[in-house]
């Protein structure tokens, strides 16, 4: 793993556990939609009403080492961190450099390429 968190975009975002992390949720879920049911079970199981602790946020004091006591609001978001950092390859469109995320397909479109010729 390489401890870079990246935060999700709850709208476009989806996220699809190995095993099952709750109770009669679907494992495979946009994260808006998981956000949503992590705010149900927190206010079952919490005092404080998950919409503020998700959304507005709560005030408080933060102690960063180095720094001084600030105030401000503190709030739960999804971040992911992969397990290996995205490898980004440069082709060469019409003279431009264009970075190009590595696909899962890339090598399925190799063999079809490849099984043509």
């Not at 879920?29 to 009403?49: D, G």
Request: proline share 5%; aromatic share 10%.
């Amino acid at each position: 793993m390489n401890n870079e968190w990246e935060p999700l975009n709850p709208e476009k975002d989806v996220v699809h556990f190995h095993q099952e992390v709750f109770e009669n949720l679907p494992r495979t879920q946009i994260v808006f939609q998981l956000l949503k049911e992590v705010k149900k079970i927190w206010e079952k199981h919490c005092t404080s009403s998950g919409s503020r602790v998700f959304d507005e946020g709560f005030e408080c004091y933060v102690l960063i080492p180095g720094k001084q006591w600030r105030t401000g609001k503190i709030r739960i978001r999804l971040e992911f961190c992969p397990d290996e950092a995205e490898i980004e390859e440069k082709q060469e469109n019409n003279g431009l450099d264009i970075n190009t995320e590595s696909s899962p397909l890339d090598y399925l479109r190799q063999q079809l390429k490849e099984g043509e010729n």
